[in-house]
């Protein structure tokens, strides 16, 4: 069963843009990336919208619908009413680059500067060995498509653009978790995830956690569990003796 919808959809570009009204047609079972398609076949050629596998693994399509963080290939159009006006802007926490598509280049700056994992010798029979429940604990993690809609959400450089030099955003905060929490690494990043990356910035909202597509729980089972190690390792006092005495 088809009928026509009512989607306003923000165009423009860095200089500034706004929101055009467009009536398209929905077929049943369609998500808002297959309206949004409709619309550039038939109406609107030269919008520009980022998309590539439309199952919801490349992490290409975000966008805010309705001012909701989401994959537009991930979201059914029988979320919303038939006679419900859909709403499409760029992410709002990155520059526009035009209509849909915003430059998300900060992620990767800040993906650039958390050193890389570094494992330990291997030991004398040339393995390296760790416990299962270590193997297992970071694949929540890694199950990131890199969508960056935790980092669009976070209000910390969603409200506050004078924030992103000090603060990486949710996804890298879980990196530095899953990188601490394995026991092969040897870099200290308890340090770094505070003083470098902005840990103390985030006040546990876990807005993050609520628009992931992955479903993985950022804030409590990675940035909880960093800020914990932070505070153990500088409150410990054995631990900060030790820090002030190899720090010479
Ligand atoms: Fe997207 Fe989730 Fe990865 Fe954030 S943690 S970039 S919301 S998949
Ligand atoms: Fe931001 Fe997530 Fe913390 S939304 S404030 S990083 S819990
Ligand atoms: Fe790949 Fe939507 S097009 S996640």
């Not at 992490?59 to 994959?71: D, F, K, Q, T």
């Not at 330990?120 to 416990?131: I, T, V």
């Not at 004078?162 to 955003?169: H, Q, S, T, V």
């Not at 530095?176 to 340090?191: G, Q, Y």
């Amino acid at each position: 069963m088809s009928y026509d919808a009512t989607f306003r959809v923000w165009r423009g570009d860095a200089a500034g843009g706004d929101l055009q009204t467009f009536t398209v047609p929905v077929n049943e079972g369609e998500v808002v990336l297959d309206v949004v398609h409709r619309l550039q076949a038939t109406q609107a050629g030269d919008l520009a919208v980022r998309w590539n596998c439309k199952a919801g693994k490349c992490g290409s399509c975000s966008a805010e619908v309705n001012g909701r963080p989401r994959l537009m290939c991930m979201t059914r159009m029988s979320t919303f009413g038939e006679d419900e006006t859909v709403t499409i802007t760029p992410l709002r926490t990155f520059p526009v680059v035009r209509d849909l598509v915003t430059d998300v280049s900060f992620n990767y700056d800040k993906a650039a500067q958390i050193p890389p994992f570094t494992p330990r010798a291997r030991d004398a029979d040339g393995n390296h060995r760790m416990q299962q429940v270590d193997v297992e604990r970071p694949q929540e993690f890694r199950k990131c498509i890199e969508c960056w809609l935790c980092q669009d959400t976070c209000h910390v450089i969603r409200d506050h653009e004078d924030n992103k030099r000090a603060f990486a955003g949710p996804r890298f905060l879980i990196r530095l978790a899953e990188l601490d929490m394995h026991p092969l690494d040897v870099v200290d990043r308890k340090h770094a995830a505070q003083d470098e990356f902005g840990l103390g910035y985030c006040n546990i909202t876990k807005c993050c956690s609520e628009v992931c597509p992955e479903g993985i729980h950022l804030t409590d089972n990675g940035i909880i569990p960093l800020k914990e190690r932070v505070v153990d390792r500088r409150y410990d006092p054995l631990t900060w003796l030790g820090s002030k005495i190899g720090r010479r």
